[in-house]
């Protein structure tokens, strides 16, 4: 599908349709700042969402495995799947409850799921979704052997037919109600890393490694 | 179905079973902490995967109906649906590549979504969906008038067939791995609330609500 094509029919967003974005660069920001999708599948006419870490190489999603067991029994030259990454930016406070919101960005992307079979195709399309949610991290770990390269699966998207919707800034009222004598406003919300938690087993004199301290997802 | 008959051949989880819950109390708290859920459902063999927020009423959950425009055309007496709910608690950075992983808390539910039509029940589901995201901001706004109650749609699902997956702790790596030299432990993630944006159009001396303050999501 040509980027001309952008919306389809199926991703064109019927509800609030002044949110909606289809520009690729602007799908990207918001695949780059997540790492935790919802992959929908379908199975005997029953939809699954199952949470699962991705990854992206240019217009190539790569999806780790382990959320495709029941997926993967049934497909071959691979099968429809809808991608969704969701961040949640806030919450919209309005004057009247039916103006309350959420700030939030959301990608969905449809298309057909397949398996990664090559070895070397799997084995970079791991190193891309470990540096896409720890960058610095595939260096510094002991590396994947046969063994564990052959018990992991990692599926591969394109993206191209895809969507974004999103909703920024402040509650929108009806005209009449600004004078309604509550608070409005937004109450921002941001997935914030804690306090480090050492392994009980981690040997003396290891320090912690620059690309785990401030750890944060803002791009 | 009944209690006894869980999980269902659809819910059991076939990956990491060891990982599994399928306690109905426990199943609550996960879906009482969050409050943005993945619907899934499909559409001419397409899954769709759409973000958006939810409450719950003992065994019912209701669902914001802004993600079923696509779906809500083609639905009579219910259309199948997949409600997913994810708490992502942390990075799992293990030794070892192959066992790294994250710290989460998901929950699975299957099931028919219907429309609810009563006017009645839509503004008691209404304030179920608003106190189970911010509880004390029902009362404390302009409440739905008919039009607005018309404009919008709720779906009602029953918490039937449903399981939870969790982990939880630090890394686990192979025996052989634990003098790697590198450091292993817990990247805990967290949803936290930035500081409150006052709306433009606030009057002067209207307060911040005590609901709004110090607002978390842990129960």
Chains 1, 2 share one sequence.
Not at 38 to 59: E, L, M, N, W
Not at 143 to 171: C, H, W, Y
Request: proline share 7%; hydrophobic share 40%.
């Amino acid at each position: 599908m040509s980027e001309t094509q952008m919306p389809s029919a199926r991703t064109r967003v019927v509800r609030e349709p002044h949110r909606a974005v289809y520009d690729r660069e602007f799908v990207y920001k918001i695949l780059d700042e997540g790492f935790l999708c919802h992959v929908g599948f379908t199975v005997d006419g029953q939809p699954f969402v199952i949470p699962t870490s991705y990854g992206r190489k240019d217009a190539t999603l790569y999806i780790h495995g382990s959320a495709a067991s029941r997926m993967l029994r049934q497909m071959k030259d691979g099968v429809p799947v809808c991608v969704t990454v969701t961040l949640l930016d806030g919450l919209v406070l309005a004057r009247s409850v039916f103006n309350h919101s959420m700030n939030y960005r959301s990608v969905v992307i449809l298309g057909k799921a397949t398996l990664v079979d090559d070895p070397d195709e799997k084995l970079a399309a791991l190193r891309i979704l470990s540096e896409h949610i720890l960058p610095g991290r595939w260096d510094d770990a002991r590396q994947p052997n046969d063994r564990e390269l052959k018990a992991t699966s990692v599926l591969r998207m394109p993206i191209e037919e895809f969507s974004a919707k999103v909703r920024s800034g402040p509650p929108i009222d009806d005209e009449e109600d600004y004078s309604f004598p509550t608070w409005a406003g937004v109450l921002p919300l941001q997935m914030v890393a804690g306090e480090l938690i050492n392994d009980a087993r981690l040997p003396p004199g290891i320090e912690v490694p620059r690309y785990v301290i401030g750890y944060t997802r803002k791009r």
